[in-house]
């Protein structure tokens, strides 16, 4: 069974920036189309962007199109989130999966945006 582990998360204003880590315990980003999630409270957990196994193609959700950018280093077994001109409505618990979903989720990372 893989292991995602999500980091990087924090409390940050309105406007500001972060960056997501997801590390994989195994080489999966070259195989999987690969995405980040998150779920705000009360609400279901939704795709906020994915890459394609071979790393040229991403998509985003037009909510973060334009702020966030999603990469990854298969060096490392890393997926990264960069996140930008962050707004209130972006707070939520962010997790990595494989898209559709398949590994167990892991704990996620919350990022909180202050206004």
């Known amino acids: 069974q893989v292991q995602l582990v999500e980091s990087g998360g924090g409390l940050v204003q309105a406007g500001g920036s972060l960056t997501l880590s997801c590390a994989a315990s195994?080489?999966?980003?070259?195989?999987?189309?690969m995405g980040w999630y998150r779920q705000a409270p009360g609400s279901q957990r939704e795709l906020v962007a994915d890459?394609?196994?071979?790393?040229?193609?991403?998509s985003y959700a037009d909510f973060v199109k334009g702020r966030f950018t999603i990469s990854r280093d298969l060096t490392k077994n890393t997926m990264y989130l960069q996140m930008s001109s962050l707004k209130p409505e972006d707070t939520a618990v962010y997790y990595c999966?494989?898209?559709?979903?398949?590994?167990?989720w892991g704990q996620g990372t919350q990022v909180t945006v202050s206004s």
């Open positions: 890459i394609a196994p071979g790393g040229s193609v991403k």
């Open positions: 999966n494989t898209r559709p979903a398949f590994y167990t």
């Open positions: 195994r080489s999966i980003f070259s195989i999987n189309y």
